[in-house]
């Protein structure tokens, strides 16, 4: 039994996904190498591409992908290239995921303060 097939027969289905990588360590862009690259996005893009891949088996019908992501990926910031285009790839890739014949809407979420219409 595979471990997805295992966490679903004990728990059950999910309904809400919240896929949160990312690292950064500030390097001038005249000194990023293809090692630190390969680092932030492995980290961060691949980290939230596997961690969807990996949790979609247990989403229940309707339920939702939330990605958090940083006002790097929009705005930059100041030594941090790589991390900021590690960034914008996750708050722009298309994550919009169906699986077989329900689809899982996603929700790229900026961090910091999240202004809703009710009260939990």
Not at 4 to 16: H, M, Q
């Amino acid at each position: 039994m595979s471990s997805d097939a295992a966490v679903k027969a004990e728990r059950g289905t999910l309904d809400i996904v919240l896929a949160n990588a990312g690292e950064g360590s500030p390097l001038p862009l005249g000194k990023i190498t293809a090692e630190h690259i390969d680092d932030t996005f492995n980290t961060t893009v691949m980290g939230t591409i596997f961690a969807v891949q990996h949790a979609l088996p247990l989403m229940r019908e309707g339920g939702s992908i939330i990605l958090t992501g940083s006002s790097a990926g929009t705005t930059g910031a100041p030594g941090f290239s790589a991390d900021s285009a590690s960034k914008a790839a996750v708050r722009k890739r298309p994550f919009l995921v169906a699986t077989g014949p329900r689809a899982c809407p996603s929700r790229p979420t900026p961090p910091g303060t999240v202004h809703q219409s009710t009260t939990l």
